[in-house]
């Protein structure tokens, strides 16, 4: 401290008080620093076990867990309660998979932002009974739309309240909560007319089974373009002939579907570092080509009524920051925290340590120069005047100077100037003893 005090010439107390902020700068940077640190374990809810929205977010696991990230998945019966969750601070969900579009008017959607789609989401329905291409002959029959909360439910009630066929006023209409394997095993036996299936609350093995299974049929929705005009969140897809099954043809000729987007959301408040990870494993997981996708379709910047966070617009601009792109996460992480973090505070330091030693120095040399002025303007005066009255009232303001000086206490950098005022006090002395006699 003692060096550090004649290297700056700062007295003990300026000392302390610049390390004591510098202490309190550091500290702070250094609590900072760990705060800022990304989420070790992360919360994803995704869909029914077994149904591809839960199978996804298996793959979102594994591919976190490759960076240190561990991800708990959770079932639910769907995107309903995936935003409820979501957007529920009791809950402590990070992110979830839900079919954009259909719930946002359902769910306070605040604190909650969109990372992008990541696929689409065709809703199928299969039948038994004579051949159709409109819903609207199903009236009367038992249809199974889904369980409750489920996208597949809630765009199944759409399209049939679009043809008059509505729980409380169903002519004659069953509508079951059925979903899944049970749905499918129903249908199959007859249990069933009908059945609304989507992949993201069902698997790709239970569409299969439907597809072979006899006298069941895949409805292609002949006014497809028209239900896009009525629902805002839908558009339309093709299923090739013969796409699912080569050898069996299936499906015998190319069926038209209505179908939502799948979307990543989370909270507002997640890590921008976690933010480009999901993306990244999203890239990895869904950027291959597929019944529905182009290779490089998705992730997509596309979010159905809420907002698409700033991280995501960033990373489908940019991709991955410059650190992440070239170093390990853990060390990406590490990196980029110090440079916010530690950087504004040396940025801080840096010029406080340096300009309180010049400020200092301004201040001593003021109150030196405060007496010059002092002693200049008596030294002028005396010589001036020859009045007696007049140089006793000189003498007793140059006596309150040399008084003031006396009792002045001057750091060793300033010891030259201050000898230089004792020797003009000493001179302005001699001239008024000579005044005088």
Do not use: C
Request: charged share 25%.
């Amino acid at each position: 401290m003692k060096k550090l005090m004649e290297l700056f010439d700062v007295t003990p107390r300026v000392a302390s008080t610049l390390a004591l902020i510098v202490g309190i700068l550091l500290l702070s940077g250094t609590i900072a620093f760990f705060k800022s640190a990304p989420p070790k374990h992360l919360r994803m809810i995704t869909g029914p076990e077994g149904s591809t929205f839960h199978e996804t977010g298996l793959k979102y696991a594994k591919a976190l867990a490759q960076h240190g990230v561990k991800v708990e998945i959770l079932t639910s019966s769907g995107s309903l309660e995936n935003l409820h969750h979501l957007s529920d601070p009791k809950a402590k969900i990070d992110l979830a998979l839900v079919q954009g579009g259909l719930f946002n008017d359902e769910v306070n959607l605040q604190g909650v932002v969109s990372l992008g789609t990541v696929k689409h989401q065709p809703l199928f329905f299969f039948y038994r009974g004579k051949d159709t291409e409109r819903l609207s002959d199903m009236r009367g029959k038992r249809l199974a739309i889904g369980a409750e909360g489920s996208g597949t439910r809630k765009l199944a009630l759409q399209l049939l309240a679009l043809n008059k066929i509505k729980p409380e006023a169903s002519q004659g209409t069953t509508l079951l909560d059925l979903k899944g394997k049970l749905a499918t095993q129903a249908l199959i036996a007859g249990e069933v007319d009908g059945l609304f299936i989507m992949t993201g609350d069902a698997s790709l093995n239970d569409l299969k089974k439907l597809m072979r299974a006899e006298n069941v049929k895949l409805m292609s929705f002949k006014n497809a373009s028209a239900y896009m005009r009525r629902i805002d969140a839908l558009h339309n897809l093709d299923l090739p002939e013969g796409v699912i099954d080569f050898s069996r043809n299936l499906p015998p000729q190319t069926v038209k579907l209505v179908s939502v987007m799948a979307e990543i959301v989370a909270k507002e408040s997640l890590h921008s570092a976690i933010s480009d990870l999901v993306l990244d494993a999203a890239t990895a997981i869904h950027g291959d080509p597929g019944l529905f996708q182009k290779r490089g379709e998705f992730p997509a910047p596309i979010a159905h009524n809420m907002k698409l966070s700033e991280d995501a617009q960033h990373f489908f601009k940019s991709g991955k920051t410059l650190l992440y792109r070239h170093l390990p996460f853990w060390l990406a992480s590490l990196t980029g925290r110090f440079f916010v973090v530690f950087l504004p505070i040396l940025l801080l330091i840096i010029p406080l340590v340096r300009t309180t030693p010049a400020m200092l120095r301004w201040m001593g040399e003021l109150k030196i120069r405060r007496r010059y002025k002092t002693l200049l303007k008596i030294e002028r005066e005396i010589k001036a005047t020859t009045d007696g009255p007049k140089l006793d009232s000189l003498y007793k303001e140059f006596e309150r100077v040399e008084q003031d000086v006396r009792n002045m206490r001057v750091r060793p950098a300033f010891a030259e100037q201050f000898y230089f005022l004792r020797v003009h006090i000493d001179y302005v002395r001699k001239m008024i003893s000579r005044k005088e006699v």
